[in-house]
Every structure is written in C-alpha cells, then in structure tokens.
C-alpha cells in the first residue's frame, strides 16, 4: 500500500523538531498524527505541560504551536502494509533542507522511535548543528519499555 506523510505542524518560532517515521493505518484513515487511540505521544505531552488532555485535534495541533513544537515525519512516502516501521520499503524522505531553513529557530530534533532516526540519518545531511535526540516510541507496538518509563524519557522535552 503506498502512504504518503502529512504536511508539518510547524511556525516560524518553533524551537523543536519531533519526527515520526510515516504515519500509521488508523493516523492516515483519521487524518491526524497520531491518531490511534492507543498511542501515547498526545498523552505525554499534554502531561508533560501540564495540560488538560484533549482528543480534539485543533486544540492539539494549537498545543503544538503554543509549545514551540513543529511536528512532521522523515519520510514523504513509502509501500507498507499495516503500520509497523519495519514493514516500509522504497521510502522518500521529506524535504528538510527547505523545512529547517524555513524554521532558523529549530535547535533541537527529537525522533520518535529509533527507526524514525534511522531513516533521518540515512537519508538527510545537516548543514547547521541541531540536538538530536531519540526517544523510545509512543507506538503501542512498542512494548519493550513501560508506559511510565517512556513518559520519564519523553519529559527530557520540558527542557529544551
């Protein structure tokens, strides 16, 4: 099945980076990042801030932009079927030469699983020096680690 990513939640004042992989089946049917139930990266976050959680999407995406926090996938496109990241082949990656020089403020990149950051380093070259950062992935199918140990990991992003 091809897949295609969605376009950035980004603004000129974003300071961080976070990157998926592609987005899943449930993400591409509802046409939001992160859009199956059962995956954490909403949660972290408005946890992180402190935040009432909110499963509307508008408020999410401001929630983003109020944080400073630009949000994207590495890859453009890709074939896979299902949603795991090991099922992607003949992947594009996204355009981020254009995207970093359009956000100057971005100085920090934080990858959402480790395939994410493998593909980004496979496929981009960065020409200014950014923190890059890997944290375990909000993906229920990633069960190596506890719900509460990937939250202590994801808190790194109230910090920056």
């Given at each position: 099945?091809?897949?295609?990513?969605?376009?950035?939640?980004?603004s000129?004042?974003?300071?961080?980076?976070?990157?998926?992989?592609?987005?899943?089946?449930?993400?591409?049917?509802?046409?939001?990042?992160?859009?199956?139930?059962?995956?954490?990266?909403?949660?972290?976050?408005?946890?992180?801030?402190?935040?009432?959680?909110?499963?509307?999407?508008?408020?999410?995406?401001?929630?983003?932009?109020q944080?400073?926090?630009?949000?994207?996938?590495?890859?453009?496109?890709?074939?896979?079927?299902?949603?795991?990241?090991?099922?992607?082949?003949?992947?594009?990656?996204?355009?981020?030469?254009?995207?970093?020089?359009?956000?100057?403020?971005?100085?920090?990149?934080?990858?959402?699983?480790?395939?994410?950051?493998?593909?980004?380093?496979?496929?981009?070259?960065?020409?200014?020096?950014?923190?890059l950062?890997?944290?375990?992935?909000?993906?229920?199918?990633?069960?190596?680690?506890?719900?509460?140990?990937?939250?202590?990991?994801?808190?790194?992003?109230?910090?920056?």
């Open positions: 099945m091809k897949s295609f990513s969605f376009a950035p939640i980004s000129v004042n974003s300071t961080i980076l976070i990157l998926g992989t592609m987005p899943g089946t449930k993400s591409l049917e509802l046409n939001q990042y992160y859009g199956h139930n059962q995956n954490n990266f909403w949660k972290f976050l408005f946890t992180i801030f402190n935040e009432d959680f909110s499963n509307d999407y508008e408020i999410k995406k401001a929630f983003l932009l944080n400073k926090i630009a949000l994207w996938d590495v890859l453009q496109y890709c074939d896979r079927v299902g949603s795991l990241d090991s099922a992607i082949n003949n992947e594009i990656a996204n355009d981020f030469e254009t995207f970093l020089k359009q956000h100057p403020n971005i100085k920090t990149i934080l990858f959402n699983g480790q395939k994410a950051a493998q593909f980004f380093k496979k496929y981009v070259t960065l020409h200014n020096t950014y923190q950062i890997t944290l375990p992935s909000t993906s229920p199918a990633n069960a190596s680690k506890s719900m509460q140990s990937k939250l202590e990991e994801w808190k790194i992003i109230a910090t920056l």
